[in-house]
């Protein structure tokens, strides 16, 4: 990755040739949101949330919301924004069990977290 300005690193990870996406905008789940409040007083942001490809949340089975902060800022590399800071309340928007695209999200989203833990 030093050697050649980690161009490579794409390409290993399949960015390059696939056809998913990166998130435009940092995501959170609304009740990951409520449960961070409720047991820490204050919410953080999941990197499972932020992976391409992940577009619910495997912990409570509702679509992931987008927040205000931008996932590529060229004016600001590097900045601190809480997620209670850059979020509004939102309902959350479960999945519908009886949908195989639902069924196939969810399933995504538990398998990369339990191979990420």
Not at 84 to 90: D, F, H, L
Not at 95 to 102: K, Q, R, S, T, W
Request: hydrophobic share 35%; charged share 20%.
């Amino acid at each position: 990755m030093c050697g050649d300005n980690g161009s490579k690193i794409y390409t290993r990870l399949g960015i390059v040739a696939g056809f998913i996406e990166m998130p435009s905008h940092l995501r959170f789940c609304p009740l990951c949101m409520e449960d961070d409040q409720k047991q820490f007083g204050e919410c953080y942001w999941y990197r499972l949330h932020q992976l391409p490809g992940v577009e619910v949340c495997s912990t409570h089975g509702v679509f992931l919301e987008k927040s205000a902060v931008l996932t590529h800022n060229r004016r600001r590399i590097y900045e601190f924004i809480s997620l209670e800071q850059a979020t509004q309340v939102i309902s959350p928007r479960p999945i519908d069990p009886l949908n195989p695209d639902h069924k196939v999200l969810l399933k995504i989203a538990i398998d990369i977290a339990e191979a990420n833990p």
